[in-house]
Nanobody
């Protein structure tokens, strides 16, 4: 059974930092593309960042502020979020799929976590 479990969310002030983790089990982690998505209240879920091998991709609104990484020895993905803004407030989800294109261009990833709340105060 595949499981993705996010952690590290919480409350931060504008300009602050948080580090999200996505711990996985039940899949061959190194073979999967991984991604982060977020959903703000009243808005659709949106792509944030993805990683496969040494390649990372970001939505324009987080470039230069967020860094995605993965540790294949720990089957875990991370999202370092710096210079946080109130508009980053959302539930953050991690996702896994064997297709990087599926992660970066759709909401049809094979596996999803339950999400972790990030709230940024002004």
């Amino acid at each position: 059974q595949v499981q993705l479990v996010e952690s590290g969310g919480g409350l931060a002030q504008a300009g602050g930092s948080l580090r999200l983790s996505c711990a996985t089990s039940g899949l061959t982690f190194s073979r999967y593309a991984m991604g982060w998505f977020r959903q703000a209240p009243g808005k659709e879920r949106e792509f944030v960042a993805a990683i496969r091998g040494a390649y990372a991709y970001y939505v324009d609104s987080v470039k230069g502020r967020f860094t995605i990484s993965r540790d294949n020895t720990r089957n875990t993905m991370y999202l370092q979020m710096n210079s946080l803004k109130p508009e980053d407030t959302a539930v953050y989800y991690c996702a896994a799929d064997d297709s990087l294109a599926t992660i970066t261009s759709s909401l049809r990833s094979a596996y999803w976590g339950q999400g972790t709340q990030v709230t940024v105060s002004s």
